[in-house]
């Protein structure tokens, strides 16, 4: 999943290249396995990098209690890229060439994720994203084929925008929507482009798109004009920080339409940000709910209980599952060359996920199922899974 629209300059390309040029080799022959754990530890999308790498060492903690990986303990490299593009360069390239892991595994966001995945691609080391959904995270676009050494654990946003899509038409039956886009997203942008194509196909009508920025704080002059159009619904695929805030002005504008919005709402912030009572008449499509009874799952979830004292959400999950998927990858490759580890994840096929089996395309992008979740007096309800 996301954040921040990404600007590459000619800087930044000619300083990749040149990490690419000068980094050394990965160290397979160290006694530990070093894995990169990338994720968003501060800054505004903290609350989803920090869960997600919380699920990923709860994972190579369990791998390690059961005698690790060829014969060697895993220990994570852990590094924060403060869910900033040009940080997350800097993340990748530090855990690549100063402390020489094997592989990478990290990301919610899927700005972060873009250029964290260019430095990996240059270096030829395998990373599995955890949770970003655009899916220029593994496309190179020049070449407009898969990026070799890049794979992800999540679905992609065209599938989420056409599940919310199907929703809103078939579920809320609803015939009207605004679309409001965080323009300094890469997230939103596109996936308020996948959801407009699916609604449009299927009947539905955009009658505005209205924009804002990240790190906003009154929207009241874009909610006048959407409260004026009088729409059945508000399609908000943005970041929780300011979903809570334009959906509690919202209401206190007197907008009662129904929210929707995608997989970035899933933080604990939302609530606190936007309070349980504005929050009603809201929906939003994820990944993973706690809700599953898979074996899979209840396992994971009393793991994560016992190891942090707290519920996880889908971001942990999602965490938990690339850094499986990663691993699991090692074991059939038999080896810690990034080449081969590389080899084996393009073969992904049936890998146990904690929401159930997932596969990788020939883009790298994973088949799985997305869940529909409805708010609702400051509590999560599971509503539908939706398979792929």
Not at 189 to 211: C, H, P, R, V, W
Not at 374 to 388: A, I, R, W
């Amino acid at each position: 999943m996301r954040k921040l629209g990404l600007k590459m300059s000619c800087l930044l390309t000619m300083l990749v290249m040149l990490v690419g040029l000068v980094s050394g080799c990965s160290d397979t022959a160290s006694k530990d396995l070093k894995i990169g754990v990338v994720y968003e530890l501060t800054g505004n999308t903290a609350t989803f990098g920090t869960a997600a790498a919380n699920g990923a060492k709860l994972a190579f903690k369990e791998i390690n209690a059961k005698g690790g990986v060829l014969g060697k303990q895993i220990q994570p490299i852990i590094a924060d890229n403060k869910g900033e593009p040009a940080e997350s360069t800097n993340a990748v390239t530090k855990v690549i060439t100063q402390d020489k892991v094997v592989a990478i595994t990290g990301f919610t966001v899927s700005s972060c994720g873009i250029a964290g995945s260019t430095v990996a691609e240059v270096n030829k080391i395998p990373l599995v994203a955890a949770a970003t959904t655009n899916p220029k995270v593994t496309l190179d676009e020049k070449s407009g084929k898969a990026k070799d050494y890049v794979f992800r654990a999540c679905f992609i946003d065209p599938f989420q925008g056409t599940v919310a899509a199907n929703f809103a038409i078939n579920s809320l039956k609803v015939k009207t929507a605004v679309v409001l886009i965080d323009n300094s997203s890469d997230y939103s942008k596109g996936l308020s482009q996948f959801f407009k194509d699916s609604y449009t196909k299927n009947g539905g009508q955009i009658i505005a798109e209205e924009a804002y920025l990240q790190k906003d704080q009154d929207f009241k002059a874009i909610l006048t004009k959407i409260k004026g159009l009088n729409p059945e619904l508000i399609y908000l695929p943005g970041y929780y920080e300011e979903v809570g805030k334009i959906i509690k002005q919202a209401r206190e504008m007197g907008i009662t339409a129904p929210f929707l919005g995608g997989d970035a709402w899933d933080s604990p912030k939302l609530l606190e940000i936007g309070g349980a009572q504005p929050l009603n008449n809201t929906h939003f499509t994820n990944f993973y709910s706690i809700e599953d009874t898979n074996p899979s799952s209840m396992a994971f979830v009393d793991a994560f209980k016992k190891e942090y004292g707290q519920v996880p959400d889908s971001m942990a999950a999602m965490g938990y599952d690339a850094a499986y998927l990663l691993v699991d990858a090692i074991k059939r490759a038999n080896s810690a060359e990034p080449a081969k580890i590389r080899e084996a994840l393009a073969a992904t096929q049936s890998f146990k996920s904690v929401s159930g089996d997932m596969s990788l395309t020939s883009t790298h992008d994973a088949i799985r199922s997305a869940v529909i979740i409805e708010l609702k007096d400051g509590k999560q309800m599971y509503k539908e899974t939706v398979k792929p």
